[in-house]
T-cell receptor
Framework: GDSVTQMEGPVTLSEEAFLTINCTYTATGYPSLFWYVQYPGEGLQLLLKATKADDKGSNKGFEATYRKETTSFHLEKGSVQVSDSAVYFC????????????FGKGTKLSVKP | SQTIHQWPATLVQPVGSPLSLECTVE??????LYWYRQAAGRGLQLLFYSVGIGQISSEVPQNLSASRPQDRQFILSSKKLLLSDSGFYLC?????????????FGPGTRLTVT
């Protein structure tokens, strides 16, 4: 079945460092791909998405490119801030009528001043 | 715009007591609705999803149940809570089989079973 694999955390960075969180997927069809962010004690927020190969999703300085050839959707940010500290989830949708998402296990990011 | 509400925000219940968590969505019609559980320090586990009133699919066998009495209302219930039911419960909605499949999450309910 379809699956998502994220790099294990936690990831600790200093403010203004470059961020990469790796995400790879396995899918039989042509999934849509998503990154969600969860701040402490809150629900998940959609951060960005890409619906087809070579699409780049971007939001709040974060970017991820849908790479079909490497089945990857890595999250990047050029300069992280303390406020980016959160758990990040990669997810895919296989496009079924029920709209189910398959989530990775999440990567906790801590940014130190 | 669409909003999703969950209540209560936090709940402490003794083992063996009943449970009812409610989720409502505003600003959309005929959404797909989902219940997830997130145990401490762990990922998301899909519990139930619904594509319409009265239509519930269960992903994991357990002592929880779900109901959808109205188009934009989704309820998670239990007759007798277990210690293992503790966790962070998240409700989410998505558009009905549209062009994109992102889900939008509520603020969650923190359940502690004592």
């Amino acid at each position: 079945g379809d699956s998502v694999t994220q790099m294990e955390g936690p990831v600790t960075l200093s403010e203004e460092a470059f961020l990469t969180i790796n995400c790879t997927y396995t899918a039989t069809g042509y999934p849509s791909l998503f990154w969600y962010v969860q701040y402490p004690g809150e629900g998940l927020q959609l951060l960005l998405k890409a619906t087809k190969a070579d699409d780049k999703g971007s939001n709040k300085g974060f970017e991820a490119t849908y790479r079909k050839e490497t089945t990857s959707f890595h999250l990047e940010k050029g300069s992280v801030q303390v406020s980016d500290s959160a758990v990040y989830f990669c997810a895919l949708s296989d496009g079924g009528s029920q709209g189910n998402l398959i989530f990775g296990k999440g990567t906790k990011l801590s940014v130190k001043p | 715009s669409q909003t999703i509400h969950q209540w209560p925000a936090t709940l402490v219940q003794p083992v063996g007591s009943p449970l009812s968590l409610e989720c409502t969505v505003e600003g959309t019609s005929n959404p797909n609705l989902y219940w997830y559980r997130q145990a401490a320090g762990r990922g998301l586990q899909l519990l139930f999803y619904s594509v319409g009133i009265g239509q519930i699919s269960s992903e994991v066998p357990q002592n929880l149940s779900a109901s959808r009495p109205q188009d934009r209302q989704f309820i998670l219930s239990s007759k007798k809570l277990l210690l293992s039911d503790s966790g962070f419960y998240l409700c989410a909605w998505s558009g009905p089989s549209g062009l994109s499949y992102e889900q939008y999450f509520g603020p969650g309910t923190r359940l502690t079973v004592t």
